[in-house]
């Protein structure tokens, strides 16, 4: 369930972010000029920055899935053709080791015509397929580790659903023959994992020869090889070929449905020198890079750039204006190309100037926005009071603070329209339920026509609250109307309805004389119809008269605010509040109010006038008068229109969850540097008792390293009537965007609480270490829980009409909140020379393979050296894959774990799949500095022999910046227990456990060695030994010599030899 | 001086091209009737009398009267075919015998005069040779010991080579040279040969790894110097046994023995690197 939850929750962040956080932009666009005005003065106009933004959202609420990270197409399939939108063209820089770079271009969807037979039956039960052409033989050069998980060569990756193992077998055999027969690779299996849920993942690997990357390059770029189609792929080929020191580029294809694909493309550089030194100052030129402005793919529909400091910098400058939030504070940065139709850097170039910062006396602003209210208040006044408690716990003033808040469409029919149509009780006036009385009228012609029927029925009256006395009431039993009709009441009757019959009834009555109505019977009957008519008309008037005298129409829901203004604006409506200054320590409160929230106080009568029968099956008039509150009346309404009473969340249909983000806030500090914030989520719900979640995430430490502890304290406060059930609480480390959109997240920890009272509040204190997101590094608290735990939906009552209706809201209901977030700067680790260094994974493991043949006897011995050379352990497991061939030719293998001069010897473990063997050398925990040495003995081997890489799985402790190569969701290792190459950050299960957090598996490998040695001899044919070409040659000059000497000689003598 | 006189006559009887016809006449013929060459070249009697009188001591007639060449006769229809005997002109003294001697000629010369007689002690040496290839696991490929293991292969070896070395001499001086002579006799000078491969082939097994080196000059020096003497030597014995037993000059021997040496070299490059490694 939780894990559920968390998965939807980046998507359900984006849904609303998106459209909601562009208010922001819009502010920081002027700073001097207020949201509100700025929107009126010039929603599309000279402010370019807004007009950007704006056009984003209006684009993105076209092409949604062009931010997200799903994208899922229907192409077109012909033969080996796709025909999809290029969605998106992203160019992403980064600065790695030693002022090199390491540069990708992303290419998501597209034309494509690679070679792949599609559509035979053996590429249909093909999930996906990864191609990716590597060299990262000098990743040292660049970068700490692999930027990717691939080893060197040409890798082929599928995905089958097929677990039968003869399938996997023949299509293992397809993949083999197919890129031998096309493109002259031998590619041989390097690992397998076997999942009867997920499918088989087959990873090839195979080696390539320098000249034929052209090819490879150009076929699976098509057609972006080309000028018309901008040249950033153009200067990326360029790179490639010229300078590069470590690349890869390739494709992944994955099949959505029989004919839909989803694709992307990408190719990475690693280049050296690419960072300027001037004094202190570092400058970087997109022009200097890439050799030329870069023009968008007009394809794309979108186009991108960002670079990346992975290290804490001071930026001095930087052109063009980046277009993401808090760019300098966080060291991304990120421009926009184009989008749609719209250039907006038709020629692109940027330059970067920064200095490395290493003081850990950072001065700045830190405001954390508490969300909450008065419970009782709201219960006992009906007043709800949303009070913002904005705290600096930073060591600077905070500038220009900008609070807001995304409110709901169902908040925003609450402010604008209230609750419509709510008839109130006018003061002091109260209902006896208990009264009831019954009208008759007696009709007397002469002792020869007698009548008698029922008027009117009354159940339950109006009475004076204070006196308790009955309000517009006679007492009377027996009224004379004339000399020959009579009423007769059991209990009294309305003096409206007296005032009324007197008015229509009476005169009527004077006009007949009774002698006439008793011999006339059509004068007789002339007479009853119309004296039916005008004591109808005296009901209906008296039911007016006295709903006028009782009642009046109350607005609920008024908004109230002296610190926040309520903007609606086209793209959303928004509560806005600013505060120009607030210094550190400080604390300042903000408030809006909804007033005349119905409570259960609050008395409410329906008083209903309906036609009724009696047992005669005469029809007569009935007034009903009953007795509820305001509170059930609100929860009526609310079944009856569907809504949900939380107006502070958003219901998400996929995981059946209210999801509340809280606040967003952005300020700055003197130096005009950007920071962003998000209040505590908060559950509220009008008309049910629910359990309300306030939670306040706080860090002690402001300013640290990578590796240090870090004191967290998270509060949890039930506001509401009842308990909170089943608290999941996951913390987690987030990375925003320039849109605030969480772009990656780590659960780093997670707690479990059964209940939460009302009114309890609970603090959990607890350390996490500082590992990722250097710069701004944010954490935030996610909490999921049950309300009204154990309670079916809520039946209500319309009191006016006795309808019942299930209000499925006022049932059990789950929530997600988050906390308040929080933040500190996170300063990049020391190396062992104590000078800061990128934040990259680690620990870092290298992999030195050597090999000695003993010719004699064919023996080959391979020797892998597996050192870390990080700065923290890690558990490592190293294995690898064997075919049925190689195996045989192993002789046997040791494996051995030095560390501070002692040796233990590790005895591998060996496990068959799919007629493929996996020895595991070692799963242990290894120390900076402990190594690995695992020695690999084949004897008798072939003169062409492949010896696969060893695979090395291992817990990075941290990662800042995803380079790999896109991502497959596999989580299938019921085969095998071994660590599969995962290739981005999945998250774990709820049960993850201390020992286990901040770490992500990191696969490595180590070299694949191509052997040819001489060819061993066929055991019937004699061994003798081979002869160089310089023998023969030799041996026929020099005789060839001496013959042409002797006849020589001979000839001059000219004497017969 | 009388071998200058004869040498005189010959020159007269060969000036004329009607006795020069009736020399390859006769030649090609081997024995011939007066009726046979009066057909032939059809002319009167007593003009063909006249050239078969002055052929002289060049022809004869046995007790049928039937014509045939004589030794001098041989020589110069030999002569005539531009293919003349030079061996009969062979210094018996001076530096040429020297070098003559070394290369075995008075045995190449008892193999040619009669083949029957010295077969046994060339079969003897022969397979003694097989067993010493045996027992020092080497025997040729062609000009190249080799270590061959197994051992059994080595005998094997060796008569395989010597035989393809045979074949492709006997064809080669066939096809080229027209020469048909001396089978038996060149296949025991080829057995000769063998001998100094098979004498270098111990100072292989003592002086060398189990390897031919990438680089010959990375063998050891004295190794490396008698492995070219040896090859040089069998190659000069290939030469000489050609000159002999087929009776050429020095130039075609030689030449026909270049061009063997060159296929031989090609063969042992390929079969050393198909069969070698170890």
């Known amino acids: 369930m939780f894990e559920k939850i968390r998965t939807q929750f980046l998507n359900i962040f984006r849904k609303e972010s998106l459209s909601k956080y562009v208010y922001i932009g819009k502010y920081r666009g002027n700073k001097k000029m207020g949201s509100l005005q700025l929107l009126k003065k010039s929603p599309l106009g000279t402010n370019t920055r807004g007009f950007f933004l704006l056009s984003l959202v209006f684009i993105s609420l076209l092409t949604h899935p062009f931010f997200g990270n799903a994208t899922l197409v229907s192409p077109h399939l012909s033969s080996n053709t796709l025909n999809l939108p290029l969605e998106e063209e992203k160019v992403d820089i980064i600065v790695g080791k030693n002022n090199a770079i390491i540069t990708s271009l992303s290419l998501t969807g597209g034309e494509f015509r690679f070679s792949l037979p599609l559509d035979t039956q053996q590429f249909r039960v093909i999930q996906r397929i990864d191609v990716a052409l590597v060299n990262q033989s000098k990743y040292d050069k660049i970068w700490t580790n692999r930027p990717w998980q691939f080893p060197d060569g040409l890798n082929v990756r599928i995905l089958t659903r097929e677990n039968d193992i003869e399938k996997i077998k023949s299509i293992a055999k397809y993949v083999i023959n197919y890129f031998y027969t096309t493109y002259n690779v031998s590619l041989s299996l390097l690992n397998i994992h076997l999942s009867p849920k997920e499918g088989t993942l087959l990873s090839f690997v195979g080696d390539i020869a320098y000249s034929v990357l052209h090819t490879f390059l150009d076929e699976i770029f098509y057609p972006y090889t080309s000028d018309s189609s901008g040249n950033i792929f153009l200067s990326f080929e360029d790179l490639l070929f010229r300078e590069s020191i470590i690349y890869g580029f390739g494709f992944s294809l994955m099949r959505t449905s029989s004919t839909s694909f989803t694709l992307n493309r990408k190719v990475f550089l690693g280049l050296t020198n690419q960072i300027e030194k001037k004094g202190e100052y570092y400058i970087f030129n997109t022009t200097s890079l890439f050799k030329t402005y870069l023009r968008p793919n007009l394809d794309a529909i979108g186009s991108h750039l960002s670079l990346v400091l992975p290290f804490v910098v001071n930026v001095s400058f930087v052109y063009p204006e980046p277009q993401n939030v808090a760019a300098k504070a966080t060291g991304t940065f990120e421009w926009w190309l184009k989008i749609g139709n719209l250039y907006v850097n038709e020629q692109f170039a940027a330059i970067l100037v920064y200095t490395i910062s290493s003081n850990h006396s950072l001065v700045f602003p830190r405001l954390s926005v508490t969300t909450s209210y008065a419970e009782q208040e709201l219960i006992n006044d009906g007043i709800l009071n949303m009070t913002y408690q904005i705290h600096n716990s930073g060591n600077a003033k905070a500038i220009n603070t900008t609070l807001v808040f995304p409110i709901s469409n169902e908040f925003n029919d609450i402010i604008e329209h209230g609750v419509p149509n709510v008839p109130a009780l006018k003061n002091n006036v109260g209902i006896d339920e208990n009264l009831s009385s019954v009208i008759s009228i007696h009709i007397d012609l002469g002792g020869v026509y007698v009548y008698d029927f029922t008027l009117l029925e009354i159940e339950g009256w109006y009475i004076n609250s204070t006196t308790s006395e009955f309000l517009r009431w006679n007492n009377a039993t027996h009224i004379e109307l004339n000399d020959y009709i009579s009423a007769y009441s059991t209990n009294g009757l309305p003096s409206d309805l007296y005032q009324q019959v007197l008015i229509n009834v009476i005169p009527y009555l004077n006009e007949y004389d009774p002698l006439q109505l008793l011999l006339d019977d059509q004068l007789r009957l002339q007479f009853f119809t119309q004296l039916g008519e005008n004591l109808t008309v005296s009901i209906q008037n008296a039911y007016q008269i006295l709903y006028n005298a009782l009642y009046t129409n109350k607005t609920f829901f008024q908004f109230q605010s002296d610190d926040f203004t309520y903007i609606p604006t086209p793209i959303g409506n928004f509560l806005v509040a600013f505060i120009p200054e607030l210094d550190a320590n400080k604390t300042v409160t903000l408030n809006w109010e909804l007033n005349n929230v119905p409570t259960t106080y609050d008395r409410f009568g329906a008083f209903v006038m309906e036609t009724v029968k009696n047992t005669n099956d005469e029809t007569y008039v009935k007034f009903r008068t009953t007795q509820t509150n305001y509170y059930d009346l609100m929860a009526n309404i609310f079944a009856e229109t569907n809504k949900t009473g939380k107006f502070m969340s958003y219901y998400d249909n996929q995981t059946d969850i209210f999801v509340s983000f809280g606040s967003r806030f952005v300020y700055f500090d003197e130096t005009g540097r950007e920071y962003f914030g998000l209040s505590n989520g908060l559950n509220m719900q009008f008309a049910d008792d629910e359990a309300i979640l306030v939670s306040t995430l706080s860090l002690n430490e402001t300013v640290y390293e990578v590796g240090s502890l870090l004191n967290f304290h998270l509060t949890l406060c039930n506001y509401g009537s009842i308990a909170a059930r089943n608290v999941e609480i996951s913390i987690m480390n987030i990375k925003l965007n320039y849109m605030w959109t969480p772009v990656d997240s780590i659960v780093l920890k997670t707690f479990y609480l059964n209940e939460i009272a009302a009114g309890e509040s609970i603090t959990l204190n607890f350390t996490l270490k500082a590992n990722s997101y250097l710069g701004l590094n944010a954490y935030i608290a996610l909490i999921s829980f049950t309300s009204d735990y154990g309670q079916y939906p809520t039946v209500t009552v319309n009191p006016w009409t006795e309808k019942e209706t299930f209000w499925i809201y006022g049932g059990e209901t789950s929530n997600l909140v988050s906390s308040t977030l929080t933040f500190g700067i996170l300063m990049p680790p020391k190396n062992l020379l104590g000078q800061p260094r990128p934040s990259f994974p680690v620990p870092e493991f290298v992999v030195n393979t050597t090999f000695s043949y003993y010719e004699n006897t064919r023996t080959l011995v391979v020797t892998y050296n597996i050192t870390n050379v990080g700065l923290s352990s890690s558990m490592v497991t190293s294995y690898k894959t064997l075919s049925e061939t190689a195996i045989s030719y192993l002789d046997h293998t040791t494996c051995y774990y030095s560390y501070n001069n002692s040796i233990e010897t590790i005895t591998p473990t060996i496990r068959e799949t799919l007629g493929y063997t996996q020895i595991i050398y070692a799963n242990i925990s290894v120390p900076p500095g402990g190594n690995l040495i695992i020695e690999e003995t084949y004897h008798n081997i072939p003169s062409s022999f492949v010896v696969n890489a060893i695979i090395l799985a291992y817990d990075s402790e941290y990662q800042l910046y995803q380079t790999d190569f896109d991502k497959i969701s596999y989580n299938g290792e019921s085969a095998s227990d071994l660590p599969i190459p995962r290739l981005d950050l999945i998250y774990n299960d709820s049960t993850i456990t201390e020992s286990k957090q901040n770490t992500f598996t990191w696969t490595d490998y180590s070299s694949i060695l191509y052997l040819s040695f001489p060819k061993p001899p066929l055991s019937w044919l004699p061994q003798i030994s081979s002869l160089s070409i310089y023998y023969p040659m030799l041996t026929s000059g020099v005789f060839t010599a001496l013959l042409l000497v002797v006849l020589l000689v001979t000839k001059m003598k000219k004497q017969r030899f | ?278």
């Open chain 2, 1 to 278: 001086m009388p071998r200058r006189s004869d040498d005189t006559n010959i020159w007269k009887a060969l000036a004329n091209q009607v006795r020069r016809d009736l020399i390859v006449f006769i030649g090609e013929k081997g024995i011939v009737s007066f009726t046979e060459i009066r057909d032939r070249f059809n002319m009167k009697v007593g003009t063909l009398y006249h050239h078969l009188d002055t052929l002289g001591e060049l022809i004869s007639q046995d007790q049928n009267k039937y014509y045939y060449l004589t030794e001098r006769g041989k020589r110069a229809y030999a002569l005539i075919e531009d293919e003349i005997d030079v061996s009969a002109h062979v210094s018996r003294t001076g530096v040429p015998a020297f070098f003559h001697n070394l290369l075995l000629r008075p045995l190449f010369e008892f193999f040619s005069m009669d083949a029957i007689r010295p077969l046994g002690f060339s079969l003897l040496i022969f397979v003694g040779l097989c067993i010493a290839s045996y027992y020092l696991t080497i025997g040729p490929v062609f000009l190249f010991p080799t270590f061959i293991d197994p051992s059994y292969f080595a005998p094997l070896f060796l008569i395989a080579s010597t035989l393809i070395l045979y074949i492709l001499s006997d064809l080669t001086l066939r096809f080229i040279f027209g020469r048909k002579q001396g089978k038996l006799a060149l296949l025991q000078g080829i057995m000769l040969i063998q001998v100094p491969l098979t004498l270098f082939s111990l100072a292989f097994y003592y002086g060398s790894s189990s390897s031919y080196p990438v680089y010959p000059w990375e063998m050891e020096v004295w190794l490396f110097v008698l492995f070219i003497f040896v090859q040089i030597y069998c190659l000069g014995l290939l030469v000489e046994s050609y000159m002999v037993i087929k009776e050429l000059r020095v130039e075609k021997a030689g030449f026909a023995a270049l061009l063997i040496t060159y296929l031989l070299n090609f063969l042992a490059f390929v079969i050393m690197n198909y069969f070698g490694g170890t």
